[in-house]
């Protein structure tokens, strides 16, 4: 069928385009204007448009059979957010309707069972929006990228501490390669849709806490298990710290906003949260794929395979 990717220049969205593509899906994917995606080709169609500013951005995509959405916001930042998240997401699905897809599929996040910062109010405004449309969906509410548990490679190589916060068991998750992620994305598009239904997935188990990161990293580098515990409360004295400032400064706010999302992520497990038991729940949480994290860093730390590049979700 063709499929219209959105995001296919992110971390996700390349893997999708990829696993796309191999399923003999004809792509027709969107790429950020100067950003490098892939050389097109029968089954890759690459239209350069900036869905988040361009009102005619679709004016080159012919009609398609489904839509898959990788968009997600750069920063966090509240603005950014809604201008993703929220009305870029808007506006594939209103070109969805009008073409009659048989199928939107969205990549969200499963953070959003617990939203208290502006991207995750943004995306579940989205969610709301496809349940409210005619459009057939899947909503797949993922756990921790690989690439989200890198940023402290350099340090480890460099013989420096692996940092975690108070004894590094308080949270933990079941992190989900890119690849694996998008295999579970495409296989979507075969199963039949009526309504709107949400997919929580994660990777293979058990779940990771980060002392348990910390220790593969380490194996993985060739250096001793070596830790320094940081208390979470410290995004919170930041923000003291710079919140006058944000009065006055965007980038100020944004970095606000920013500690946030760290505090969020420092001190919230990325497993399925049990409402009635108010505990995230390890066993209740799905798992798909092959891909371990042990693997993922013996990898890099070997050569195998490059360092993922985080840009902006880079914490340390």
Known sequence: MRVLLAGATGYIGQAVL????????????LARPGHTLVEETQAVTVVEADITMDTEWDSQVPPVQAVVSCLASRTGAPDDAIRVDFE???RLLA????DGVAHFVLLSAICVQKPVLAFQQAKLQFESALYDS???ATVIRATAFFRSLVGQLARVQAGKPFLVFGSGEGTACKPISDRDLARFMVAQLDEPREGTVQRIIGGPGPAITPLAQA???CDAAGQPCRLRSLPINMFTWLRWVITPLALFSQRMAERAEFLRI????ASESMLVWDEATQCYD???TPEFGEDTLEDFYHAICTGGRPPPDRREHSLF
């Open 215 to 217: 220790k593969m990293l």
């Open 282 to 284: 390890a066993d209740a």
């Open 95 to 98: 070109r969805a309707e009008r």
């Open 134 to 136: 005619p459009v057939p």
């Open 262 to 265: 760290a505090q969020f992520y």
């Open 88 to 90: 870029a997401n808007q």
């Open 18 to 29: 990829k696993e796309l593509a191999a399923k003999g899906h004809e792509v027709i994917a």
